[in-house]
């Protein structure tokens, strides 16, 4: 990875521009078990041009930024009062100086060659935003499990990048790459919504009949949450942020995104009609529901020869209704509002 950025000739003599800056941009909120991989993955890639990294901190504690000090102290941290994804990825990209800006999460690593993929696909496409695959990797057995749940079409529906797929035009871009002059056109930024930035992001993008691009040979591993309680919070904020995404672009939904409001809306449906003397449309949806998912931990296990397959069910379970229900619970975010560069936002 270079630090100067400057002028190449090729055999015949002549100049050649040299490899456009990059700025790798990190929201991150209490990763201390994470970030250190992350940014090591970073600083390892082979890129020729140079690279600059911008972690917007949004933690309660000084633990994080102190930790990055001392093992990787280029890197550029900024603070992120609102400690939510939004405000810290916008006011990173404020501070970016890099031509190409390259989203990480503090829970990824990026393999070797991840930079100059991503960049020749922009270049080789003529795409505004190009992204690949998340591979999810469990360290631990609860980790493995949600893992599991993450590249199966029972968790996760048809999404390419959790599923892979064959390169090509897509409706979204995991993490995203894209150029300084892409983010300025869209706006400066994310819009103010909880969780779904990239995909909103992506759709204004279509929007202005710009192409987002899949690249299955762009894997990021990433590693899931480590708990009950955790990954039910995630995917909570998840259903809260697709819902006012769905607010903002009703265009947008696609039908796996209404699959899990659907089963929490049937399932207070099935409720109410229980109170009210009729059981039985709860028992049956309950019942064909858990075999499903007992169904798909089967041939999930079986096919993976994993026992961590065994939590599958209820893993299964957090995450689809944990989605379901914040889709319902109104976001507290202002939504109509993208970011700007206006003194309000700073």
């Known amino acids: 990875m270079n630090i100067e950025n400057q002028q190449t000739s090729n055999p015949e003599g002549y100049s050649v521009p040299p490899p456009p800056r990059v700025s790798v941009i990190i929201p991150a909120r209490n990763a201390e078990a994470t970030i250190i991989a992350t940014l090591d993955s970073i600083f390892a890639q082979d890129y020729e ?87 999810s990797v469990g360290t631990t057995p609860f980790e493995r499990t949600v893992a599991m749940a993450m590249t199966t079409p029972l968790g996760v529906g048809d999404a390419r990048h959790r599923l892979g797929g064959k390169e090509g035009v897509s409706d979204t871009a995991y993490l995203g790459v894209f150029s300084r002059e892409t983010l300025e056109e869209i706006g400066g930024g994310y819009a103010n919504v909880a ?19 899949f690249d299955p040979k762009l894997v990021v591993n990433y590693r899931p949450r480590g708990t009950f309680w955790t990954l039910a919070r995630q995917y909570f904020n998840y259903g809260r942020g697709k819902s006012a995404v769905v607010i903002r672009h009703p265009g947008s939904v696609r039908p796996r995104h209404l699959a899990a409001p659907g089963l929490a809306l049937g399932l207070v449906a099935g409720a109410a009609l229980a109170l009210a003397g009729f059981p039985w449309p709860l028992a049956a949806l309950m019942l064909a529901y858990v075999l499903t998912l007992a169904a798909g931990a089967a041939v999930v296990g079986f096919r993976r020869r994993d026992a961590a397959a065994i939590r599958l069910p209820l893993v299964l379970a957090t995450m689809h209704l944990s989605w379901g229900l914040g889709f319902f619970i109104p976001s507290p975010f202002p939504i109509f509002r993208t970011f700007s560069k206006s003194k309000r936002d700073q």
């Open 49 to 135: 041009g140079p690279i600059e990294v911008i972690v917007a901190d949004g933690s309660e504690t000084p633990a994080m930024s102190e930790l990055i000090r001392r093992s990787h102290p280029s890197v550029k941290l900024i603070p992120n009062p609102k400690r939510i994804l939004v405000p810290g990825a916008n006011a990173a990209f404020r501070a970016a100086t890099g031509d190409i800006m390259v989203r990480c999460d503090a829970h990824a690593t990026l393999p070797p060659g991840y930079v100059s993929r991503a960049v020749e696909t922009l270049e080789r496409t003529g795409a505004a935003n190009v992204g690949g695959r998340q591979l």
């Open 195 to 213: 969780t779904n930035e990239d995909y909103e992001f992506n759709y204004r993008l279509r929007e202005r009949g710009k192409t987002v691009w």
